[in-house]
């Protein structure tokens, strides 16, 4: 079983930043793609962004250029650096994990609100 735990959500006002991480423990032999995804109330689940295990990235049209992913292979822990937050990135972000199969974290919540 592998474990999966998100991390660094808040409340930040419009155009600041916030840090997320994901840290993956457990019965791990290796991990693949790791990816972000958000859901905001009422809305399903969107992907955000995700990174290969050689560390090629990718991200929604809505986050790029002001979204970073990146991953700590050592530490099995991916992060997510958010800048120029805007209301509408108000949302709780969960981490997926593939390794022999899906996981998913329990999400942390990012509120951007003045």
């Not at 290969?52 to 650096?81: C, E, H, M, P, W």
Request: one cysteine or more.
């Amino acid at each position: 079983q592998v474990q999966v735990v998100e991390s660094g959500g808040g409340l930040v006002q419009p155009g600041g930043s916030l840090r997320l991480s994901c840290a993956a423990s457990g019965s791990i032999s290796s991990i693949g793609y790791m990816g972000w995804y958000r859901q905001a109330p009422g809305k399903q689940r969107d992907w955000v962004a995700g990174i290969s295990s050689t560390g090629s990235t990718s991200y929604s049209d809505s986050v790029k250029g002001r979204f970073t992913i990146s991953r700590d292979n050592a530490k099995n822990t991916a992060y997510l650096q958010m800048n120029s937050l805007k209301p509408e990135d108000t949302a709780v972000y969960y981490c997926r994990v593939v390794e022999s199969r899906d996981y998913w974290g329990q999400g942390t919540q990012v509120t951007v609100s003045s």
